[in-house]
Protein backbone atom coordinates (compact mmCIF):
# COMPACT_ATOMS: atom_id res chain seq x y z
CA UNK A 1 0.00 0.00 0.00
CA UNK A 2 1.38 3.60 -1.13
CA UNK A 3 1.49 6.11 0.87
CA UNK A 4 -1.23 7.89 -1.21
CA UNK A 5 -3.58 4.92 -0.45
CA UNK A 6 -2.88 5.44 3.52
CA UNK A 7 -4.03 9.01 3.57
CA UNK A 8 -7.09 9.63 5.18
CA UNK A 9 -9.91 10.91 3.88
CA UNK A 10 -9.48 9.18 0.33
CA UNK A 11 -12.26 11.24 -0.91
CA UNK A 12 -9.95 14.34 -0.39
CA UNK A 13 -6.27 13.03 -0.95
CA UNK A 14 -6.87 11.04 -4.06
CA UNK A 15 -8.03 13.97 -6.05
CA UNK A 16 -6.12 17.03 -7.15
CA UNK A 17 -2.09 17.93 -6.27
CA UNK A 18 -0.74 18.63 -3.05
CA UNK A 19 -0.66 21.98 -1.97
CA UNK A 20 1.61 24.13 -0.59
CA UNK A 21 1.56 22.65 2.68
CA UNK A 22 1.72 25.99 4.30
CA UNK A 23 -1.95 25.97 3.36
CA UNK A 24 -2.74 22.68 4.43
CA UNK A 25 -1.68 23.29 7.72
CA UNK A 26 -3.17 26.75 7.85
CA UNK A 27 -6.65 24.86 6.74
CA UNK A 28 -5.74 22.24 9.83
CA UNK A 29 -5.21 24.84 12.40
CA UNK A 30 -9.19 26.62 11.13
CA UNK A 31 -10.36 22.54 11.56
CA UNK A 32 -8.69 22.77 15.23
CA UNK A 33 -9.94 25.74 16.24
CA UNK A 34 -13.61 24.94 14.76
CA UNK A 35 -13.15 21.65 17.42
CA UNK A 36 -12.53 23.83 20.22
CA UNK A 37 -15.01 26.25 19.83
CA UNK A 38 -17.18 22.95 19.41
CA UNK A 39 -15.95 21.58 23.23
CA UNK A 40 -16.24 25.06 24.65
CA UNK A 41 -19.82 24.87 23.22
CA UNK A 42 -20.41 21.59 24.97
CA UNK A 43 -18.89 22.20 28.18
CA UNK A 44 -20.81 25.70 28.57
CA UNK A 45 -24.21 23.56 27.63
CA UNK A 46 -23.31 21.18 30.57
CA UNK A 47 -21.91 23.92 32.88
CA UNK A 48 -25.70 26.07 32.51
CA UNK A 49 -26.94 23.29 33.87
CA UNK A 50 -24.55 21.94 36.23
CA UNK A 51 -24.47 25.14 37.62
CA UNK A 52 -28.35 25.25 37.95
CA UNK A 53 -28.04 29.05 36.35
CA UNK A 54 -30.50 30.49 38.22
CA UNK A 55 -33.67 30.77 35.62
CA UNK A 56 -36.50 28.20 35.24
CA UNK A 57 -35.25 24.28 34.76
CA UNK A 58 -37.48 23.96 31.37
CA UNK A 59 -35.59 26.98 30.39
CA UNK A 60 -32.33 26.16 31.39
CA UNK A 61 -32.44 22.66 29.73
CA UNK A 62 -33.38 24.22 26.19
CA UNK A 63 -30.42 27.04 27.12
CA UNK A 64 -28.18 23.67 28.02
CA UNK A 65 -29.21 21.85 24.97
CA UNK A 66 -29.28 24.81 22.23
CA UNK A 67 -25.15 25.10 23.13
CA UNK A 68 -24.97 21.43 23.01
CA UNK A 69 -26.87 21.57 19.51
CA UNK A 70 -23.87 24.79 18.41
CA UNK A 71 -21.58 22.59 19.41
CA UNK A 72 -22.55 19.69 17.16
CA UNK A 73 -22.75 22.11 14.73
CA UNK A 74 -19.76 23.59 15.03
CA UNK A 75 -18.22 19.74 14.76
CA UNK A 76 -19.66 19.28 11.89
CA UNK A 77 -18.87 22.49 10.55
CA UNK A 78 -15.11 21.54 11.70
CA UNK A 79 -15.00 18.59 9.46
CA UNK A 80 -16.67 19.69 6.42
CA UNK A 81 -15.29 22.83 5.80
CA UNK A 82 -11.44 21.19 6.48
CA UNK A 83 -12.79 18.65 3.63
CA UNK A 84 -13.91 21.69 1.21
CA UNK A 85 -11.28 23.43 1.33
CA UNK A 86 -8.56 21.29 1.35
CA UNK A 87 -10.41 19.63 -2.45
CA UNK A 88 -10.54 23.19 -3.51
CA UNK A 89 -6.62 23.86 -2.69
CA UNK A 90 -5.96 20.58 -4.51
CA UNK A 91 -7.85 21.40 -7.72
CA UNK A 92 -6.81 25.46 -7.45
CA UNK A 93 -10.41 26.32 -6.71
CA UNK A 94 -11.82 29.03 -5.11
CA UNK A 95 -12.16 28.29 -1.76
CA UNK A 96 -15.94 27.83 -0.33
CA UNK A 97 -17.68 29.30 2.15
CA UNK A 98 -19.01 27.89 5.30
CA UNK A 99 -22.84 27.11 5.63
CA UNK A 100 -23.04 26.35 8.95
CA UNK A 101 -21.82 29.66 10.38
CA UNK A 102 -25.10 31.58 10.17
CA UNK A 103 -27.27 28.79 11.81
CA UNK A 104 -24.46 28.38 15.05
CA UNK A 105 -24.95 32.59 15.51
CA UNK A 106 -28.76 32.27 14.90
CA UNK A 107 -28.38 29.28 17.69
CA UNK A 108 -26.22 31.40 20.04
CA UNK A 109 -28.18 34.71 19.61
CA UNK A 110 -31.55 32.56 20.81
CA UNK A 111 -29.64 31.49 24.23
CA UNK A 112 -28.16 34.96 24.74
CA UNK A 113 -31.85 36.27 24.27
CA UNK A 114 -33.35 32.87 26.50
CA UNK A 115 -30.70 33.91 29.13
CA UNK A 116 -31.33 37.43 29.44
CA UNK A 117 -34.89 36.75 29.44
CA UNK A 118 -34.52 34.08 31.86
CA UNK A 119 -32.79 36.17 34.27
CA UNK A 120 -34.86 38.77 34.08
CA UNK A 121 -38.20 37.55 34.92
Known amino acids: ?13 EHGEDPDPRFSLANE ?6 VRTSLAFVAAGLAVE ?3 LPVSSPLRLVISLMLILAGLAA ?3 AWF ?7 AMRHVGALPSSGLKLP ?3 ILGIVCVAVVLGLLV
Open 75 to 77: AVQ
Open 1 to 13: MTSEERRFPRSVY
Open 50 to 52: ALQ
Open 104 to 106: IVV
Open 29 to 34: RTFLAW
Open 81 to 87: GWTRTER
